[in-house]
C-alpha cells in the first residue's frame, strides 16, 4: 500500500495563486463581470501573498526585506537596485540624518527638517524619528547623494508641493507617502547651505526629475497630484522606477521633454514591479525619444491606455499583467500621440511574454533591431505568471523594527 507524501499546505497556496489560467480562461457568460471576476483574484492573491516579504522573485525585496535587522543596516538598501538606476547609491556613504520636525521653510529651514537634510553638501541617509504629515511650504530642492528612506513609520508628504531633482544625481526616495501635491513657485527657495534662488511656478508633480541622474524611486504610494506623479525630463536618465503602487490620478508619468527636446535621446528609464491601481487614466508611462524598459509590472487599471508615446521612442515591455477595462474603446494598451502610422510604424515597440487580460492588446511596431532593444533592457524578466508575488508589496511598506519588513 502506497503512503501518500503530504504536500504543505503554503507550498499549495503558493502554487494556486502563481498559476494565472484560473483567472484568465474560465468562461463567463456575462461579458461585463470579465474584470470584475479577474480583480477579484487578484485582490486574493494580493491578500494571501501579502505575509511573503521575501523569496517572492522580486530581486529588490529579496535583497534586503529577509533580514529581521534591517532597521541597524539601512544603508544596505542602496545595493538592491536594479535597471537602469542601479547605480544610484544615495546617501550610502554618509551619515544618518534624523528628520524630528515635520515643519518646513524654504529659505531658511530649521536643523531637525526634512528640508534641512536634503539641501546639504555631504551624502546623508535620511530617516524619521516618527510618523509624520510633512505639508511642504515651496518644493523640496534635493542635493545630491541623498536617500530619503520611510521604513519604519508613517511618512506622507502631500498638501502642498513636493520633491523636485533637479540637476542633481545619486538619489533614492524609499517607502514614502506621496499624494494631493500642489503648484509652487514665485518664491525664493533654498537648494543648498550656501545658496537660494527665485522659482518660477512649479508643475505639482509628485517626484519631478529635471536633469537629473542616477536617481531610483522605490515602494511609494503615490496618488492625486496636480501634474505628473512622477516626472523625467530636460536631459534625465539612469533612472528606476520600482515596487511603487500608484492610484487616482490622471497622467500618471511623463518620461521626456517634449518632442523637439532631442537630448531626450539619451534618456534611459526602467519601470518595474509597479502597481498601476485603481483610477488611473493614461501615461503609465508616456514616453518621448529614448529607451524604456517596462518589466513585470501589474496593470489593473487604466481608462484611456497604459503606455504611450512620440517622438519614435524605443519601448520594450516585457513580462507585465495587462487587465484592460470594459469600455471596448480602450482595450489598447499603447497609443501613439502626434504621428501618423506612417511614422510611427517605425518606432521600436514590441510586447513579450505580456499577459493580456479581459482584450486587452498592444500594438508593436519597428523592425525591432537588436541594439534598440539592447538599450531598452535593463533586468532579465520573469514569467507574467509571478507578476501577483512580484508586486504583492507594492507601494510603501509596513515595516517594525526588530522584524522582517
Known amino acids: 500500500m502506497e503512503i501518500p507524501i503530504p504536500i504543505p499546505l503554503s507550498s499549495m497556496l503558493l502554487f494556486l495563486l502563481l498559476v494565472p489560467c484560473c483567472i484568465c480562461s474560465s468562461p463567463l457568460q456575462d461579458p461585463e463581470l470579465v474584470v470584475e471576476d479577474v480583480q477579484k483574484s487578484i485582490n486574493a492573491s494580493r491578500r494571501n501573498l501579502a505575509f511573503l516579504s521575501c523569496g517572492t522573485g522580486n530581486p529588490i525585496d529579496d535583497c534586503w526585506r529577509c533580514?529581521?535587522?534591517?532597521?541597524?543596516?539601512?544603508?544596505?538598501?542602496?545595493?538592491?537596485?536594479?535597471?537602469?538606476?542601479?547605480?544610484?547609491?544615495?546617501?550610502?556613504?554618509?551619515?544618518?540624518?534624523?528628520?524630528?520636525?515635520?515643519?518646513?521653510?524654504?529659505?531658511?529651514?530649521?536643523?531637525?527638517?526634512?528640508?534641512?537634510?536634503?539641501?546639504?553638501?555631504?551624502?546623508?541617509?535620511?530617516?524619521?524619528?516618527?510618523?509624520?504629515?510633512?505639508?511642504?511650504?515651496?518644493?523640496?530642492?534635493?542635493?545630491?547623494?541623498?536617500?530619503?528612506?520611510?521604513?519604519?513609520?508613517?511618512?506622507?508628504i502631500a498638501g502642498g508641493p513636493c520633491i523636485t531633482i533637479q540637476y542633481v544625481t545619486n538619489i533614492i526616495i524609499h517607502g514614502i507617502n506621496i499624494h494631493d501635491c500642489k503648484q509652487g513657485g514665485n518664491a525664493y527657495v533654498r537648494d543648498s547651505p550656501t545658496h537660494y534662488g527665485w522659482r518660477t511656478l512649479s508643475d505639482g508633480d509628485g517626484v519631478s526629475i529635471f536633469g537629473g541622474s542616477h536617481v531610483w524611486v522605490d515602494h511609494c504610494s503615490l496618488s492625486n497630484c496636480r501634474d505628473g506623479l512622477i516626472d523625467a525630463i530636460h536631459g534625465s536618465t539612469a533612472i528606476t522606477i520600482s515596487n511603487n503602487y500608484m492610484t487616482h490620478h490622471n497622467k500618471v508619468m511623463l518620461l521626456g521633454h517634449s518632442d523637439t527636446f532631442t537630448r531626450d535621446k539619451n534618456m534611459q528609464v526602467t519601470i518595474a514591479f509597479n502597481h498601476f491601481g485603481e483610477g488611473l487614466v493614461q501615461r503609465m508611462p508616456r514616453c518621448r525619444h529614448g529607451y524604456f524598459h517596462v518589466v513585470n509590472n501589474d496593470y489593473t487599471?487604466?481608462?484611456?491606455?497604459?503606455?504611450?508615446?512620440?517622438?519614435?521612442?524605443?519601448?520594450?515591455?516585457?513580462?507585465?499583467?495587462?487587465?484592460?477595462?470594459?469600455?471596448?474603446?480602450?482595450?489598447?494598451?499603447?497609443?501613439?500621440?502626434?504621428?501618423?502610422?506612417?511614422?510611427?510604424?517605425?518606432?521600436?515597440?514590441?510586447?513579450?511574454?505580456?499577459?493580456?487580460?479581459?482584450?486587452?492588446?498592444?500594438?508593436?511596431?519597428?523592425?525591432?533591431?537588436?541594439?534598440?532593444?539592447?538599450?531598452?533592457?535593463?533586468?532579465?524578466?520573469?514569467?507574467?505568471?509571478?507578476?501577483?508575488?512580484?508586486?504583492?508589496?507594492?507601494?510603501?511598506?509596513?515595516?517594525?523594527?526588530?522584524?522582517?519588513?
Open 67 to 156: 533580514d529581521p535587522n534591517w532597521e541597524k543596516n539601512r544603508k544596505r538598501l542602496a545595493d538592491c537596485s536594479i535597471g537602469f538606476g542601479k547605480h544610484a547609491v544615495g546617501g550610502r556613504d554618509g551619515k544618518l540624518y534624523v528628520v524630528t520636525d515635520p515643519g518646513d521653510h524654504p529659505v531658511n529651514p530649521k536643523p531637525g527638517t526634512l528640508r534641512y537634510g536634503v539641501i546639504q553638501e555631504e551624502p546623508l541617509w535620511i530617516i524619521f524619528k516618527r510618523d509624520m504629515v510633512i505639508k511642504l511650504k515651496q518644493e523640496l530642492m534635493m542635493n545630491s547623494f541623498k536617500t530619503i528612506d520611510g521604513r519604519g513609520v508613517s511618512v506622507h
Open 301 to 405: 487599471h487604466w481608462r484611456m491606455y497604459a503606455i504611450g508615446g512620440s517622438a519614435a521612442p524605443t519601448i520594450n515591455s516585457q513580462g507585465n499583467r495587462f487587465l484592460a477595462p470594459n469600455d471596448n474603446t480602450f482595450k489598447e494598451v499603447t497609443k501613439r500621440e502626434n504621428s501618423p502610422q506612417s511614422k510611427w510604424k517605425n518606432w521600436n515597440w514590441r510586447s513579450n511574454g505580456d499577459l493580456m487580460l479581459n482584450g486587452a492588446f498592444f500594438t508593436a511596431s519597428g523592425a525591432g533591431a537588436s541594439s534598440s532593444y539592447a538599450r531598452a533592457s535593463s533586468l532579465a524578466a520573469k514569467s507574467s505568471s509571478l507578476v501577483s508575488s512580484i508586486t504583492a508589496s507594492a507601494g510603501s511598506l509596513r515595516c517594525r523594527k526588530g522584524s522582517r519588513c
